[in-house]
């Protein structure tokens, strides 16, 4: 008996090596191979022992202890003479986050217990992993992906294998959102309450405001527009012929994709959520603010979140409103409306147009309004001591922002009307102590500064190459000023640590956000084209933060083919360089910085190139 059960053993024993063989063969296939234009073919399992660890994150099913122990990042990308610590390769990310928004995964609210309270929104704000819990991968297209059809082409279509989400179309079919034909996905420029078409219903908001020749840019005087819950931005999509440009702001909601499909259209677009902090926009930002069935109680807790768009409109601002409680007769709907109607006469808005389905507020131009209301009125009036301009991490509160004494003397926001305000030195100059010479001699800089880019860009790229741009440290917003020839649009970042310039950028008629880049952006992955780092790898560095992490979050949020310029010291530029072949990039030319600038120092300019290429998994599911 215990001879046979010895024997027993034994071919157990085999049996479970030859499982554990096979199961780690599989482990290779699945994530061994690589395809694309790099020309080695390189295996990204090829120094398997490294990467595996870093298989720990519970972003991939690694249990919690692990974590701790495995978690490895190189906080500075420049080591000791001689001490090479850059990875040789990536591990790739599963299929589960070919879309993952680290800051904004329901997995890490569950995984971090976090108490949230959905009635206010807080599940759809930025909730970001601990360093422990973040990944460490590359993510992959999915499968079939192509290179995005440019623009303006991509306003109308997208290739439906980058983003293969149909429901919309199905859930939105009499209200011409998007219609799935083959491989693509179009988009007729319909909503929810422009079925005919958002041309047609932007010129009947211009029409009801008496602008001249129905155009709502009205003679450049109305630039920048808030459009929030934008379904997939095609309010913003028509505006870009009038010369005007719209931030499209929607939640990652159940119907999550459509600041994705926005994104790949070209159109600018940002995930965010009226949730329980401030947006991540400095007051006095746009010229309208526009809400179109945005499915938003704006009466909630004393109005606060109509109180956050008074923040951030101009004066004179107006806010278009097109809802069922604009026009329906029903009881709840004029409850709500009449509600609504005296909420926002406290706030002092005054009606500046309506007709059928729509209204239209105005924003008082100075403080008097505020100042002639009963003492005691709901919404107060907001300390004298808050900053209306500080957004990042600041929760709302339910009181009106009220004008400086310098805005309330001039009547109005001073700026120039569109083209002239953006070379026009912006009144909130004097914020910061520059002056208008600062501000003329930082244009010029960055026109020649970007006219050198595309110089060395240009063997790479035709006119059409590039579309959805980024400036990650946008001081002033003088890159993006000198690309106003250029088929493109920039979304200018702010460090959330420096001087609050994002209200400079909206100024210029530019738009932008606030953000800390120790953190992820609040974006899909593969929806920028081109990302320029100014000193941001210094500037994080100093802060403690990792590096190693910044350069996966930019591959994340950067198109296959896309292009990064980096202009940073030449520590971190030789650093950058140990990193291309983990991360599939390739060196496209480096360039000493004129020497004509004077706050260059002794920066070099570093250009690189995300490849296209696809996991062996992702070829065969595209066969």
């Not at 986050?97 to 217990?113: A, V």
């Not at 499209?248 to 600041?259: C, G, R, T």
């Amino acid at each position: 008996m215990r001879g046979r059960s010895d024997g027993g053993q034994k071919k157990r024993l085999i049996t479970s090596l030859v499982v554990v063989a096979i199961f780690l063969g599989f482990l290779y296939v699945y994530y061994g191979s690589i395809f694309g234009s790099s020309s080695n073919g390189a295996s990204v399992l090829e120094y398997g022992s490294k990467s595996l660890r870093k298989f720990g994150s519970s972003y991939l099913g690694g249990d919690d202890e692990a974590v701790g122990k495995q978690y490895e990042s190189s906080t500075k990308l420049g080591l000791e003479d001689g001490e090479d610590v850059a990875p040789k390769t990536f591990p790739v990310c599963d299929d589960r986050h070919l879309e993952l928004i680290p800051c904004l995964d329901r997995n890490i609210i569950y995984q971090m217990r976090l108490k949230l309270d959905l009635s206010v929104m807080e599940h759809y704000e930025r909730h970001c992993p601990p360093p422990e819990r973040r990944y460490n991968c590359l993510i992959p297209p999915p499968p079939g992906y192509k290179i995005p059809i440019k623009w303006p082409q991509s306003r109308d279509e997208v290739w439906k294998a980058n983003i293969p989400h149909t429901h919309l179309a199905h859930e939105k079919s009499d209200q011409n959102w998007m219609v799935v034909q083959g491989e693509k996905i179009v988009f007729p420029g319909g909503g929810t309450h422009f079925h005919y078409g958002a041309d047609k219903y932007i010129a009947s908001i211009a029409n009801m405001l008496n602008f001249s020749h129905n155009n709502l840019n009205n003679e450049g005087t109305l630039r920048t527009v808030l459009d929030v819950g934008c379904g997939v931005a095609s309010f913003g999509a028509y505006l870009l012929s009038s010369d005007i440009i719209a931030m499209s702001l929607a939640p990652n909601d159940v119907h999550q994709n459509q600041i994705q499909f926005a994104l790949e259209r070209g159109i600018p677009a940002y995930l965010g959520v009226l949730g329980t902090k401030r947006l991540p926009y400095p007051s006095r930002s746009f010229e309208l603010a526009h809400c179109s069935r945005c499915r938003i109680d704006w009466l909630q807790r004393d109005g606060i979140l109509l109180l956050e768009l008074d923040r951030l409109l101009r004066p004179g601002g107006y806010f278009a409103y097109s809802s069922p409680e604009a026009y329906a007769q029903d009881e709840e709907d004029l409850r709500i409306w009449r509600e609504m109607s005296a909420l926002v006469k406290r706030m002092c808005w005054r009606i500046a147009a309506k007709r059928n389905q729509t209204v239209i507020w105005k924003k008082p131009l100075t403080n008097d309004c505020y100042m002639e209301r009963e003492p005691g009125t709901n919404p107060p009036l907001c300390r004298s001591d808050d900053d209306p301009d500080a957004v990042w991490g600041v929760r709302m509160e339910a009181c009106i922002t009220p004008y400086s004494d310098h805005d309330q003397k001039a009547k109005g926001s001073g700026l120039a009307p569109w083209p002239a305000r953006l070379t026009s030195p912006p009144p909130r100059l004097a914020d910061f102590g520059y002056s208008n010479e600062m501000f003329e001699k930082d244009t010029e800089t960055w026109r020649r500064q970007v006219e050198s880019y595309w110089n060395l860009l240009s063997p790479k790229i035709e006119d059409d190459s590039l579309r959805n741009l980024m400036d990650m440290k946008a001081h002033m917003g003088s890159f993006a000023a000198a690309l106003k020839d250029k088929n493109v649009w920039v979304m200018n970042v702010i460090p959330e640590d420096g001087p609050n310039t994002l209200k400079l950028i909206y100024d210029r008629g530019l738009i932008g956000s606030t953000h800390d880049w120790c953190e992820a952006f609040s974006t899909y992955p593969r929806t920028y084209d081109l990302l320029h780092a100014w000193t941001v790898f210094s500037d994080i560095e100093k802060k403690g933060c990792s590096a190693e992490d910044l350069l996966l979050e930019m591959d994340r949020i950067l198109r296959p083919s896309g292009f990064i310029i980096i202009r940073d010291n030449q520590r971190v530029i030789d650093s950058v360089r140990k990193y291309l072949s983990a991360l599939h990039w390739e060196a496209v030319a480096t360039a000493d910085s004129s020497s004509d600038s004077e706050h260059e120092g002794d920066d070099v300019v570093f250009i690189v190139q995300k490849k296209l290429w696809l996991t062996s998994e992702s070829v065969r599911n595209s066969e």
